[in-house]
């Protein structure tokens, strides 16, 4: 029983972690002394029966925690163990896949309201091994979710990381991080190094090939059309964008590409005097926590909700609580004809029913921004349509034109920072194969 904890740690992993490419990306930035990151030992909550829950951590946690009932904690038990129906021999959704290891309380108070609050999606079109493949992985390397983690700890052993970069700072455990004065420093910082290489409002209109066995790329630029020879190229748009790019080169990448879905999410960032948070809710007299996640079934619109001020430090100023609240999705794609006034609104009534007092002064409105296309669904078929997208590509013989960016990658920021690390490498392999052509 001690493993399915792992699990729900291996998915929240996969969202939240910084690893050692990103922290790498930081310092190569100049960022290190700007990093600021979360306490990792910050509670998460579930919205459950009108109740704010946390949710396990590890496996201390088990006996204790009132969110899953006593049978429930036995099914996810015996299933970690390997006594659940075999796989089915076709691609699982996330649903299928939690359903049949871990049993129904574990999917609906656990997996999916965190689906909901990382992709945005619906779990019932997930694909397991797409979107949490690391996690998917475990059963089918070890027989069972406590078998394959039995085995990748055993690999770890054999085959240990290299020693860490003296350089990167340590965080104290698996946690989140941010910057002082926000995300938008780590954008910042690379366009300063890499000065006027960086080129804004240019938008790409073409591509083609040349004769030089590179490629031709033309932009609308403020200063007009400009052409680039390139012997490489590396798109990190949005699939949608590049597949109407890629249409005149190959229909099959660009039909394969336009296969994607993004659904909308809309970001509410609100706050509150710290008197208007419910007393319950408050730990040793403050709000405390990562945040919270509200299953669907819970009847609120509001995904979830992250409590910035108490994650990072001069978030908000004495007295106040800072929210930054996501709503939408592929199961509430209805925002994107609602006005600002009207998201907000649906924020403020949800968060009263749970964490602010009902009578409290209405909150301060800091920012709201929707997405109408925000985050890549990576559903069942996902690895499929990419595989076709780049097999198109490379039939055409369009060598050197690479696909990146979070539908190849990952949605998660750290995720797109290893894909990035990992587009570098095809790229210098493939220009050191090009120069002694």
């Not at 006594?83 to 649903?95: A, L, Q």
Request: glycine content about 10%.
């Amino acid at each position: 029983m001690r493993s399915w904890p792992c699990f729900i740690q291996g998915l929240k992993e996969k969202a939240e972690a910084m690893d050692h490419d990103d922290v790498k990306a930081i310092v190569d930035s100049g960022l290190k002394d700007d990093l600021v990151f979360g306490d990792p030992n910050a509670p998460r909550f579930v919205l459950w029966e009108g109740k704010l829950r946390p949710v396990p951590s590890k496996p201390g946690d088990l006996p204790f925690f009132d969110l899953m009932s006593i049978p429930g904690k036995l099914r996810a038990g015996l299933g970690a163990l390997g006594i659940r129906p075999p796989p089915p021999g076709r691609e699982e959704s996330v649903e299928d896949f939690v359903r049949r290891n871990l049993g129904a309380e574990v999917f609906e108070r656990l997996i999916e309201p965190f689906c909901s609050g990382v992709y945005a999606g619906d779990p019932s079109k997930l694909s397991m091994k797409a979107a949490f493949g690391k996690v998917w992985r475990l059963e089918e390397t070890g027989g069972s979710i406590i078998g394959g983690t039995i085995k990748t700890i055993q690999e770890r052993g054999k085959n240990p990381k290299p020693p860490r970069d003296p350089r990167l700072p340590t965080p104290k455990g698996q946690t989140v991080a941010s910057f002082r004065k926000g995300l938008a420093m780590l954008p910042d910082a690379i366009t300063s190094r890499l000065g006027d290489k960086v080129k804004l409002s240019w938008k790409l209109t073409s591509i083609t090939k040349s004769d030089s066995k590179g490629y031709v790329l033309v932009y609308e630029t403020p200063e007009g059309v400009v052409s680039v020879q390139a012997k490489s190229v590396v798109m990190t748009i949005p699939s949608y964008v590049a597949s109407d790019i890629l249409r005149p080169l190959s229909s099959d990448a660009a039909d394969a590409l336009s296969r994607f879905y993004y659904p909308p999410v809309a970001a509410v960032t609100i706050s509150y005097p710290k008197e208007a948070i419910r007393k319950e809710c408050l730990i040793d007299g403050e709000l405390q926590g990562f945040g919270q996640l509200h299953p669907r079934s819970q009847g609120v619109e509001t995904l979830g909700t992250i409590y910035s001020s108490s994650l990072f430090p001069n978030r908000a100023p004495a007295g106040r609580v800072l929210l930054l609240n996501y709503i939408g999705g592929s199961t509430n794609t209805g925002i994107v004809s609602k006005t600002e006034s009207e998201l907000v609104e649906a924020v403020d009534r949800d968060l009263r029913k749970m964490l602010i007092n009902p009578r409290a002064v209405d909150p301060l409105v800091l920012g709201v921004r929707v997405w109408p296309r925000a985050i890549p669904q990576f559903l069942i078929g996902h690895l499929d349509h990419l595989e076709a997208a780049k097999s198109a590509l490379g039939r055409g013989g369009y060598d050197g034109l690479f696909l990146g960016g979070n539908y190849v990658a990952g949605v998660a920021l750290g995720r797109c920072v290893e894909g990035a690390y990992e587009s570098a490498s095809q790229i210098s392999d493939y220009l050191t194969k090009y120069a002694y052509k």
